[in-house]
Each structure stands twice: as structure tokens, then as C-alpha cells.
């Protein structure tokens, strides 16, 4: 019971927050050039300020309040708008990233799992090779080095993190090699791909879905690590996204504090539900298989 009230509670924020991000443009329908225009207008102005505080620049930051529930921030723009705005290409950019992550790791995995021997040595080696690339300084370092772009994004976030999914979907794969109704298959001729297909990967559903929520807690972490340090790749999506709101708001972080903390609050409170819903379904499904 505790684990279902866990995996509602989680679900029903993590739904709140994605829906927000969704209908941003029908609560606060602003058009894409106004948005980029708050955005030109928070970064001049903020640098400006950040420089000088006291230059007679006048503040029109206001905290939160009936009108404005996550307050103003240093130029009188709406935290509420922007933070909805910024929900968008952030959990975009890792819903895509974690779908291509998914399906390359378990391929990776059920190959390797399922074939063992030569497909095993060569996968986990190639997982050698790749892991070292999955470090925030490394993605930065690609992500400056090639194309600017949401392919580019998606590409190097997917490329460098599918490694532990693999190696959690190799493992299962190993272990369900062993079950009768698989050696039964094999046992009677059953072609390799069929019994994979049929047997193997049905029973990995509830494993990649719980991987699905880390993965995706994960990669939002990053992509908005990412854009908090100054890599953008999501002006295709929106001008502006959580990790620019957090980073433009620090600068007057002891004076205006709602402006960065509060974005990135929403940040947090996205990437807890997420790894929530992964831990109660990994919980809910040990709790089947028990019974």
C-alpha cells in the first residue's frame, strides 16, 4: 500500500509538472518572439545590474504573492510564465533522449545477454569505451565541438548515457536465459530472434520502464547543468528553459532570492518525482513477483 500511495503521489507531480510545461502557451499565451525578447531583456539587463547593483538602475522585482504566486524577477517579468515556458524544451529534450537511450541500452543489453560470448566480450568492451565520455566536462567539450542543434543534443546525451542501461538489461537477460519456459524454447529449436523477441523482451517491460524514470531524472539533470553553464541547444524549442532562469536568477540570489530558487525548485521537484516513480514501480514489481 505505502509503495501505490508513493507511485501516485509521484505520478500526480510529475503529470502537474509536465502538463504546466504542455499548456504554457494556453496560461500564458505569449508568442515565441516575446518570450525571446524577456529573454534578450533578463540577460542585458541582469549583466548590466550584476555588475553594479547600485548604478541607479531601478529594480521592479516584487516576491511572491496572489498575483504573481513565484513573484517577479529583476526586470518585472512573471517566474510563473517563465518557469512554465522553460518546463517545455527541458522535458522535451529528455523525453527524446531518454527514448533513444532506452531502446539503444536495451539492444545493447538483450544482445549481449541473449548471445553471450563474442557479442558479450565485444558489447562490454564497446561499454568501456564509451563510459568515460558520459562526464559533464566531456559533453560540454562535444557539445562545443560540433553542430549546434536539437539532433546534436539529443545525439551526445544518447550516445554517451546508454552504458548502465545496457549492463542492467544484460543482467536480467542473463537471468532469464535460465527460466524453464525459455529453455523449453530453445530446447525445441527456436530461432534465436524469435525466442527473444517472444520470451525475452515482454519480461523486460516492467525493468526498462523503472530504468526509463532514472534515465529521464537523469538526463534532465544534465541537459539543465548544461544550459545553467551557458551551452544552449534549445532556442529551436523555446528561448528560454529552466537551467537559463536558474543561472540568470543566481546573480541577485541575495537579493531577490524567489528568482533563482523557486525555478529551481520546479527543476528538483521534477527530477525527485521522476526517480520516486521509478523506485515505487521497481518496489511494486518486487512485491508481484513475491506474491
Given at each position: ?120 566480450s565485444l558489447v562490454m568492451s564497446f561499454c568501456s569505451i564509451v563510459q568515460p565520455f558520459s562526464n559533464l566536462a566531456m ?153
Open positions: 500500500m505505502k509503495n501505490r500511495w508513493l507511485f501516485i503521489v509521484s505520478l500526480l507531480v510529475l503529470g502537474l509538472m509536465v502538463l504546466g510545461g504542455l499548456l504554457a502557451p494556453v496560461i500564458y499565451p505569449l508568442s515565441y518572439d516575446e518570450i525571446r525578447a524577456a529573454r534578450s531583456t533578463v540577460l542585458a539587463v541582469g549583466n548590466i545590474a550584476a555588475r553594479n547593483v547600485e548604478s541607479g538602475y531601478t529594480v521592479t522585482a516584487a516576491p511572491p504573492s496572489l498575483k504573481h504566486p513565484m513573484g517577479t524577477n529583476h526586470v518585472g517579468l512573471d517566474l510563473l510564465a517563465l518557469t512554465l515556458w522553460g518546463l517545455r524544451p527541458t522535458l522535451i529534450i529528455a523525453t527524446l533522449a531518454m527514448i533513444v537511450i532506452i531502446i539503444v541500452g536495451t539492444l545493447m543489453g538483450l544482445v549481449a545477454g541473449y548471445f553471450g560470448s563474442r557479442a558479450d559533453l560540454m567539450f562535444l557539445l562545443m565541438v560540433l553542430s549546434p542543434g536539437i539532433v546534436t543534443f539529443v545525439l551526445v546525451l544518447s550516445i554517451t548515457n546508454w552504458v548502465p542501461v545496457a549492463r542492467v538489461v544484460r543482467g536480467e537477460v542473463l537471468k532469464l536465459k535460465e527460466y524453464e519456459f525459455v529453455l523449453s524454447a530453445i530446447s525445441i529449436g527456436g530461432e534465436d530472434i524469435y525466442i527473444a523477441v517472444r520470451h525475452i523482451v515482454p519480461n523486460l517491460f516492467s525493468t526498462v520502464l523503472a530504468l526509463s524514470t532514472d534515465v529521464f531524472s537523469e538526463v534532465l539533470l544534465i541537459s539543465s547543468s548544461l544550459s545553467f553553464l551557458g551551452v544552449n541547444f534549445f532556442s529551436d524549442l523555446s528561448p528560454v528553459d529552466l537551467g537559463q532562469l536558474v543561472a540568470a536568477g543566481y546573480r541577485f540570489l541575495t537579493l531577490y532570492w524567489w528568482e533563482s530558487i523557486l525555478p529551481g525548485i520546479a527543476l528538483i521537484l521534477v527530477i525527485i518525482s521522476s526517480n520516486l516513480l521509478g523506485i515505487s514501480l521497481e518496489r511494486i514489481q518486487k512485491t508481484g513477483k513475491q506474491g
